[in-house]
């Protein structure tokens, strides 16, 4: 599926992190292919170079890594300042990266309670904190585009924690265009739905299969699906929406089935969901993640 191609994006800055794969991934590509310039984070430091690599390849923008805890500010002011040395200036601030854990209320430990809040709200506030304030020093009139989900509009068994993290960047979105709207920067929140994604393969057998009949449209989205809205809600043609959230879903938060195993949920069927997520989030230990995200 080709993205969306918005002339006013080139030459701009973006900021985006999680972008080693994934929905953050097809959003780094559709800009650099627009004539962005990007520097792109991820947690696992290989995976960030290479995939900067393979992205300025294929476009017409640059693509710089910087590897790291997408909550850690360390990792964050280098990314501004990296920007601000290689391209003078802040454009966009994506804050995509996302984790979660999925399972009951009762087995959310406070260690993956905190690891999710540091990523997917430290990491995103933090990140639009210090991006908006180089737009400010630059009077750029900038975009933000937090990554919220489907879940944080509509309920969703097992993932509390998770879907409270992604509400709350819906009201970030909201809150916040009092404060940055005079600067001119708007600041909205994109939620996709069931994405299909190099993780979510692997998370449930058949996911697309499963998700497909699920979705009103009759199908998963793709990536660039995703990244296309983003890019929508970074260009000039969006620049009268401000505070707040684009569900990208296909329509399923309107009905909101669930697949089956969640849909006939009890205290002991949960066990093989969580069994199941245990399983994803041992494998990301090595990434010093405790799972990554719905
Ligand atoms: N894929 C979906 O179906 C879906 C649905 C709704 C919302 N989302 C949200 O979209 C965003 C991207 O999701 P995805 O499925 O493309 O991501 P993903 O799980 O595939 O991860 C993308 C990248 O993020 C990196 N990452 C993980 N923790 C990180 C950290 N602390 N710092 C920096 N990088 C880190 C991973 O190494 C990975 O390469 C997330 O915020 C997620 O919550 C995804």
């Given at each position: 599926m080709e993205t969306a191609a918005y002339s006013d994006l080139k030459g701009k800055s973006a900021l985006i992190t999680g972008a080693g794969a994934g929905i953050g991934r097809a959003i780094a590509q559709a800009l650099v292919e627009a004539g962005a310039n990007v520097i792109l984070n991820d947690l696992d430091k290989d995976l960030a170079s290479l995939t900067a690599i393979?992205?300025?390849?294929?476009?017409?923008?640059?693509?710089?890594?910087?590897?790291?805890?997408?909550?850690?500010?360390?990792?964050?002011?280098?990314?501004?300042?990296?920007?601000?040395?290689?391209?003078?200036?802040?454009?966009?601030?994506?804050?995509?990266?996302?984790?979660?854990?999925?399972?009951?209320f009762d087995e959310v430990t406070p260690e993956a309670f905190d690891r999710i809040n540091h990523v997917n709200l430290r990491g995103s506030y933090f990140l639009t904190q210090?991006?908006?304030?180089?737009?400010?020093?630059?009077?750029?009139?900038?975009?933000?585009?937090?990554?919220?989900?489907?879940?944080?509009?509509?309920?969703?068994?097992?993932?509390?924690?998770?879907?409270?993290?992604?509400?709350?960047?819906?009201?970030?979105?909201?809150?916040?265009?009092?404060?940055?709207?005079?600067?001119?920067?708007?600041?909205?929140?994109?939620?996709?739905?069931?994405t299909l994604t190099e993780r979510t393969m692997k998370e449930q057998?058949?996911?697309?299969?499963?998700?497909?009949?699920?979705?009103?449209?009759?199908?998963?989205?793709?990536?660039?699906?995703?990244?296309?809205?983003?890019?929508?809600?970074?260009?000039?043609?969006s620049r009268h929406i401000n505070g707040q959230t684009i569900v990208v879903d296909g329509g399923w938060s309107a009905t909101s089935p669930l697949p089956k195993e969640v849909a006939s949920d009890n205290v002991n069927k949960t066990s093989d969901i969580t069994g199941k997520t245990k399983e994803v989030s041992a494998n990301l230990d090595e990434l010093g993640v405790v799972a990554q995200a719905a």
């Open positions: 393979e992205v300025e390849a294929t476009g017409a923008g640059r693509c710089l890594a910087v590897p790291g805890d997408a909550g850690d500010i360390a990792v964050i002011d280098a990314m501004v300042d990296l920007a601000m040395s290689e391209f003078g200036r802040v454009d966009f601030a994506i804050p995509n990266a996302g984790i979660t854990v999925f399972g009951a210090r991006a908006t304030l180089a737009m400010r020093k630059g009077g750029n009139p900038g975009r933000v585009v937090l990554m919220s989900s489907n879940v944080g509009v509509q309920s969703y068994p097992m993932l509390s924690a998770y879907s409270m993290t992604k509400s709350a960047l819906q009201m970030m979105a909201k809150n916040l265009v009092a404060e940055l709207g005079p600067h001119g920067i708007t600041i909205n929140a994109l939620a996709p739905g069931a057998d058949d996911y697309a299969g499963v998700w497909s009949e699920l979705v009103p449209r009759g199908q998963i989205a793709m990536p660039e699906d995703i990244a296309n809205t983003c890019l929508f809600l970074l260009s000039d043609a």
